[in-house]
């Protein structure tokens, strides 16, 4: 079983543990360069709308629910398969493996749940009409039960490095690239076009955008699927973003409750403990989550995190009243749906059993409980709390009369269904590719550039050699980078090869990479979370000494900068899907000029107490 809700698509090679964070240089010196910021940003969060009108109708179903349909509702869950009554054998046999049931099918039937995951490693999202048939088949599934209700599906569609949808859909920069750019405009139109895409494949909760400011260069788990470290900046973001996605009638997703930006830990296999005083809190954390729940958020997704200064009972926020309860619908004002992340998740497993966990979350305030380890251990736990009395049926009718709620605005009473026709006329378009294109063109970031060697004329360095790490590529892209470079610049009028070095290259293949560069004009390196010791800066040196220039482009963190001095030229791209890498390519040639700032500060490899490059930096020509 794999995760969901934090992005396990793809992860960092960061170092995590089983232990919290601690203070570091370079953690420190962001906190005090962000936690002024936020000075003239309002500090209370609007409620969010008032309950519909059609309560009563909403209420009278839930009269007439049995307690097992009741449970059900309240969990989402992952399902493989690309049908909902007819997947391959080897899905069959993964659903029989991990739920008990054959098919998607199967599983409403036998515990009625309320909402379902879609992943690309489940197979649920080969191609958008396959996943259009797969989200009618659901409805069809649950809507033929006694008593049935339409299903809420709901998937990780950030973009950049977390995307669950691929080619042909749109995919779009993802959320640090879109905080170099620093346009809101840009914010909602990502949310209007993604949410657009997403509900005519019958897509109806997106778990974005992600709300955490990172302030942690070494955070494993977060880092460019952040906006970036300036609150106000995330907050403005976040909110149009938001926006976007609601007026596409697609339930956004605020995350992770109460913010995931400093932490050292990945809580997919670990336990983070945010070490924030109260008052760091408000003034960087709350931000973003105050400004969503103002655009009127309809979701807002927990985090398996300790926040000592929140609660000191030792518990995750997802397990935790006076953090869900207490602060997220008594201070903040928030009374949406809360989606715990992933229940499958180290962080949320570490003190208590799968038992225990989906009873607790119902205690602490959540409403939907996402995606647990065995959907059978944590259905039967949360029916027998009810039953001992730990749990009041109450306490369900409360949590389900928002999930039918956000049901109900979204249309899935009266629309549960999706067309062939509303996917060609909107999956993909090439009206939507193009905004897309403009997007990451204006997040591109140049943070070096001597002796003006960018653009690269045509003229001068018409051979280049493309190297560089290729991590495998984020779902529904073409990749590997290198050779996505290569394609771009050839196309733009240079002839360009492609020659992967990946993220560890040997000494061997540092070598192959050296004598390639002796017959070029110059060398474009693409680069992948470098550190001190990594084997990519000493290729990245070694390339210098041949005298060609040498372009880095940063495809992940912008941190990378800090440990590549002997470069010509150097630009960040904060991912490697296509629309960023096509983006960084056109900059390169000079077809664009590059127009993205810095959205997170950048510290000195040799002494990271000091900034070598701020918020707000980046370089045009």
């Known amino acids: 079983m794999r995760d969901s809700g934090t992005g396990s698509t793809e992860r960092s090679t960061g170092t995590t543990g089983n232990t919290g964070n601690t203070a570091n240089p370079s953690r420190r010196t962001v906190l005090a360069a962000t936690a002024g910021v936020t000075a003239s940003l309002?500090?209370?969060?609007?409620?969010?709308?008032?309950?519909?009108?059609?309560?009563?109708?909403?209420?009278?179903?839930?009269?007439?629910?049995?307690?097992?349909?009741?449970?059900?509702?309240?969990?989402?869950?992952?399902?493989?398969?690309?049908?909902?009554?007819?997947?391959?054998?080897?899905?069959?046999?993964?659903?029989?493996?991990?739920?008990?049931?054959?098919?998607?099918?199967?599983?409403?039937?036998?515990?009625?749940?309320?909402?379902i995951i879609y992943f690309s490693w489940a197979h649920n999202t080969r191609d958008p009409h396959q996943i259009a048939d797969l989200s009618n088949g659901i409805q069809s599934a649950s809507l033929e039960q006694p008593r049935g209700l339409p299903v809420l599906i709901s998937t990780d569609q950030e973009h950049g490095i977390v995307a669950?949808?691929?080619?042909?859909?749109?995919?779009?920069?993802?959320?640090?690239?879109?905080?170099?750019?620093?346009?809101?405009?840009?914010?909602?139109?990502?949310?209007?076009?993604?949410?657009?895409?997403?509900?005519?494949?019958?897509?109806?909760q997106d778990y974005s955008p992600v709300a955490d400011v990172n302030v942690n260069p070494a955070n494993p788990v977060i880092g460019v699927?952040?906006?970036?470290?300036?609150?106000?900046?995330?907050?403005?973001?976040?909110?149009?973003?938001?926006?976007?996605?609601?007026?596409?009638?697609?339930?956004?997703?605020?995350?992770?409750?109460?913010?995931?930006?400093?932490?050292?830990?990945?809580?997919?296999?670990?336990?983070?403990?945010?070490?924030?005083?109260?008052?760091?809190?408000?003034?960087?954390?709350?931000?973003?989550?105050?400004?969503?729940?103002?655009?009127?958020?309809?979701?807002?997704?927990?985090?398996?995190?300790?926040?000592?200064?929140?609660?000191?009972?030792?518990?995750?926020?997802?397990?935790?009243?006076?953090?869900?309860?207490g602060i997220l619908r008594g201070e903040l004002g928030y009374d949406g749906v809360v989606v715990t992340d992933s229940l499958g998740m180290e962080g949320v497993r570490t003190k208590y059993g799968d038992d225990r966990v989906p009873v607790l979350a119902l205690k602490a305030g959540a409403d939907q409980l996402l995606n647990p380890p065995s959907l059978d251990i944590a259905w039967n736990a949360v029916l027998k709390a009810v039953r001992d009395g730990e749990l009041t049926e109450s306490r369900l009718d409360a949590s389900l009369l928002r999930i039918l709620r956000l049901k109900a605005k979204l249309r899935l009473f009266d629309r549960p269904y999706v067309t062939h026709a509303g996917v060609?006329?909107?999956?993909?378009?090439?009206?939507?590719?193009?905004?897309?294109?403009?997007?990451?063109?204006?997040?591109?970031?140049?943070?070096?550039?001597?002796?003006?060697?960018?653009?690269?004329?045509?003229?001068?360095?018409?051979?280049?050699?493309?190297?560089?790490a290729d991590p495998a590529s984020p779902s529904g892209t073409t990749g590997p980078p290198t050779g996505v470079l290569a394609t771009a610049l050839s196309e733009l009028g240079f002839t360009a090869t492609a020659l992967s070095t990946g993220t560890a290259p040997s000494g061997a293949t540092i070598a192959k990479a050296v004598a390639a560069a002796q017959e070029?004009?110059?060398?474009?390196?693409?680069?992948?979370?470098?550190?001190?010791?990594?084997?990519?800066?000493?290729?990245?040196?070694?390339?210098?000494?041949?005298?060609?220039?040498?372009?880095?482009?940063?495809?992940?963190?912008?941190?990378?900068?800090?440990?590549?001095?002997?470069?010509?030229?150097?630009?960040?791209?904060?991912?490697?899907?296509?629309v960023e890498l096509r983006a960084a390519a056109r900059v390169i040639a000079g077809r664009v000029r590059p127009h993205g700032k810095l959205p997170v500060p950048v510290q000195r490899a040799d002494d990271p107490a000091q900034l070598l490059y701020p918020v707000g930096y980046g370089l045009s020509y």
């Open 42 to 115: 309002a500090v209370a969060g609007a409620a969010h709308a008032a309950p519909p009108a059609d309560d009563k109708r909403l209420r009278t179903l839930i009269a007439r629910m049995t307690l097992e349909e009741k449970v059900g509702q309240l969990f989402v869950m992952r399902v493989y398969g690309h049908s909902a009554t007819a997947p391959d054998q080897a899905d069959i046999d993964a659903n029989l493996k991990e739920i008990g049931v054959r098919t998607a099918a199967e599983l409403i039937a036998r515990y009625r749940v309320g909402g």
């Open 164 to 204: 669950r949808v691929g080619r042909p859909a749109t995919l779009f920069p993802g959320a640090m690239a879109v905080g170099a750019g620093g346009s809101r405009s840009d914010a909602r139109t990502l949310g209007r076009v993604a949410g657009a895409e997403l509900r005519a494949l019958g897509v109806r």
């Open 225 to 325: 699927r952040s906006f970036g470290a300036d609150p106000a900046a995330v907050a403005a973001l976040v909110a149009a973003e938001v926006t976007g996605y609601q007026h596409a009638k697609v339930a956004a997703t605020a995350k992770h409750f109460p913010g995931h930006g400093d932490t050292a830990v990945d809580s997919h296999y670990g336990f983070p403990v945010i070490t924030h005083s109260r008052e760091v809190w408000e003034a960087l954390d709350a931000a973003p989550f105050r400004a969503a729940i103002a655009a009127g958020i309809d979701s807002i997704m927990t985090a398996h995190i300790m926040v000592p200064a929140l609660d000191g009972s030792g518990d995750p926020a997802t397990l935790s009243h006076p953090i869900l309860t």
């Open 424 to 468: 060609r006329r909107t999956v993909g378009t090439r009206a939507h590719l193009a905004a897309a294109d403009r997007i990451a063109e204006r997040t591109t970031t140049l943070l070096v550039n001597e002796g003006s060697l960018l653009p690269l004329s045509r003229r001068t360095h018409r051979t280049l050699l493309v190297v560089g």
């Open 520 to 578: 070029a004009d110059a060398v474009v390196v693409g680069t992948y979370n470098v550190t001190a010791s990594s084997a990519q800066k000493t290729l990245v040196e070694q390339l210098t000494t041949t005298g060609k220039p040498v372009v880095a482009v940063a495809i992940r963190n912008p941190y990378d900068v800090a440990q590549l001095p002997s470069v010509t030229a150097c630009l960040a791209s904060y991912s490697w899907t296509d």
